[in-house]
């Protein structure tokens, strides 16, 4: 194995550090609060190990300068050593999980969904490598990236975040990401952290944070089988999942967590729990540290209740209830990992020569983002060879999300559920500016419909359908009546609405609107090619035949412009389906069913020459 922290006088830097350390100070160690319920007193005052930004959690204007400033007000309460105190670098987390998306001006790359069709493992590297390098200008350490679940169910509202359904897909991609991340753990360096162990893409009717009903056979082929690759590439860190496993939540599985991945595994970075996450163990929150703590976890996201946490750990020490000895396994994985990824050697973030750097949003970084959309793109039809487009051609684009950076990116860009315009997402292209810039006699359809337009007019018509942005739970497509969403990431305040995305994977039915467009456009006599931008294949059967080409572009983030060079043949397609692509409202079509009936089969995908 390639573990870093195989290492003696790295180990025997944590046990010199161990040695000297507090009951106080080690719990701390173990404590994340969200950055909004703690501040650089508290992270000296409690000897706090590590701070996170929640989804859309920034500081000041959001631009790497004030992150760098805030990462250095952190950092230096860390590292403030007196009689109470020890200097111990904190690391901070964000949800860097395609580009550094929360931040603005960041180059947002396509979600996972896009990745897995591009079927490119050395892609994957060069994108973590960017990704890694805009995490740095902004003074951060780690990300929550990259998410190994493998989506077995379009309802999921995480389905986009998943690379594929098949598992042999997911696993090779684990190592070339967190190798790209991760590099040589010098300074062009993030520790990464794969999540959502374990099981989280394969919940009964894709609900999220939901029970996945599976026998550790299934499991393990299915779901584990993306982690091992990623333990071998050094990973240092891993989340736990909020799902459950047969009745058992994985926050508290002590076979999952100790027995499974950190012993027969080899896992010997630190376990995050995920968001709250031990808050549904128990109704007693006390009991729940425990069971949390026992079972496992290393480090804990408790985002505000993190006082209480602190406390209920201290006295579970005291009573027995948490052995000495768990605590002391947990601090050493941790210290562990920062001696391993040189945050001890590092200088204070606003010293680090990548801090605000100039490549973050930089053209270098877009242009591998629009390479990852080029290639993602899958031809699902092409009558008549519509496609390719001829540049000077008269051509009419229409449809809701032709011109709008914020549904293009999905979730998890600027804010934890997205951002539906174009303003805040700063550089990059929309779909439609890519079309303009190669294409001068394109015209906008200014009611978006295609009313406006008449028979003669145009020669072709490019009408850009699909979701708008969603995230985590409230993405998933539920039916019944139990349609509460239990949501993650939620700052006290901010996030009031708990419901799902709809109750229907039929997009004729969810957006009429986008068939609408179709028609209208069809009706004049006009050659339509319709670019779907989703977050996972959707029931299309109606936009589909009333298309004379259809593109499957998933959610591609800033680069519009790479769906312009595929759709005017600069280059070809390339995107096969990394998801099968289901015939009607069945949600649960996967590779190696028995009786699999899809209306394109996993692989699928067209091009120019075929
Ligand atoms: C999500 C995680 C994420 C965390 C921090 C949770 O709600 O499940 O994937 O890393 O929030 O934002």
Redesign the pocket.
Known sequence: MNSPLQNTALKNRVETLLAQMTLDQKVGQMTQPERMACTPEDVKNYHLGSV?S??GSCPGDNRPAAWVDMNDAYWQASMEADENHLAIPLIYGV?AIHGHSNVLGATVFPHNIGLGAANDPELMRRIAQATAREILATGVDWT?APTIAVARNNHWGRTYESYSEDPALVASYAAPFVQGLQADYGEQSVVACV??WVGDGGTSNGIDQGETTLSEEELRAIHIKPYPPAIEAGVLTV?AS?NSWNGDKCHGHKFLLTDVLKNELGFDGYIIS??DGIDYLSEDYFDAVSMGVNAGIDMF?VSEDWRDFIDHIKTHVNNGTISMSRIDDAVRRILAVKFASGLFEKPRPASRALSNDASFGGDEHREIAREAVRKSLVLLKNDGKTLPLDSASKILVAGKNAHNRGHQCGGFTVAWQGVTDNELIEGGTSIWEGIKAVASNAVLSEDGLGLDSKAGDHDVAIVVIGERPYA?GMGDVRTGNNVIVEA??QIKGLMKILEPYGNTLELAQSHPEDLQTIINLANLGIPVVTVLVSGRPLVVTQELDASDSFVAAWLPGSEGQGVADVLFGDSDFHGKLSFSWPKDANPNVNLGDANYEAVFPYGFGMNYSA
């Open positions: 996170l929640g989804g949800d929550f999540k959502h989340m909020f995920d968001w996201m985590e993650g990431s």
